[in-house]
């Protein structure tokens, strides 16, 4: 076992859920962050050039960023030992049937009851460091709401994104701002039409 593998290493008999799932990505990076990292997550996510560059410059504020020195305690944390993207699916579905299998199977660990699962409507569900599960309320959908994933947005509502992503805490804000603003992945995105 290398010393990485040593440090990431989970003893599940005193992990608080008491497992873990089994790796089945279609895409897993090797650990670490840089840039040639970022620019294969965008990639990899179809990103637009803009994105790109907002995550790029993000990421060069992190790395000018000092640590903190208020809150807890950082010293722990091996950035150089995560795995800041990983893909689990080639696609979102908005059905609960067309999920894979093993990514049913971690809701159903989690106690989510069936019933739940399958009418879930107005929701989003987000495994690893992707949306796997997205579905609209049509009812808000006729009113023009939009309620999509953050990686549809990006690229379908690219003005609004713009407008005002990363706006009330920006990567300028602290280090850790700076590294959420270059390694964010997935997450909802709701606009709701003055008026409505």
Avoid: C
């Avoid at 030992?81 to 609960?96: M, R, S």
């Avoid at 609209?136 to 609004?160: C, S, W, Y």
Wanted: charged share 30%; proline share 6%; no cysteine.
């Amino acid at each position: 076992m290398s010393d990485i593998d040593a440090k990431v290493a989970v003893d599940l008999g005193k992990y608080k859920l008491g497992w873990s799932d089994k790796e089945d990505y279609v895409y897993k990076p090797q650990r670490g962050l840089s840039s040639d990292i970022i620019r294969e997550m965008s990639m990899m996510k179809k990103e637009p050039d803009w994105m790109l560059d907002f995550r790029l410059r993000s990421y060069d504020i992190y790395k000018k960023k000092p640590m903190p020195n208020w809150g807890g305690d950082t010293s722990e944390i091996f950035f150089d030992d995560i795995y800041y993207y990983i893909k689990p699916t080639n696609h979102q579905v908005d059905a609960w049937e067309e999920l894979p299998d093993s990514i049913k199977d971690t809701y159903e660990k989690l106690g989510i009851p069936e019933a739940e699962r399958k009418y879930l409507a107005g929701v989003t569900a987000q495994y690893e460091s992707e949306v796997v599960y997205h579905r609209n309320r049509e009812d808000l959908e006729a009113q023009g709401v939009i309620f999509t994933d953050m990686d549809t947005a990006v690229k379908e509502h690219p003005e609004v994104v713009q407008k005002y992503f990363a706006s009330i805490i920006p990567p300028g804000d602290n280090k850790f701002s700076a590294l959420n603003s270059a390694v964010w992945s997935g997450g909802s995105f709701i606009y709701v039409p003055p008026g409505v």
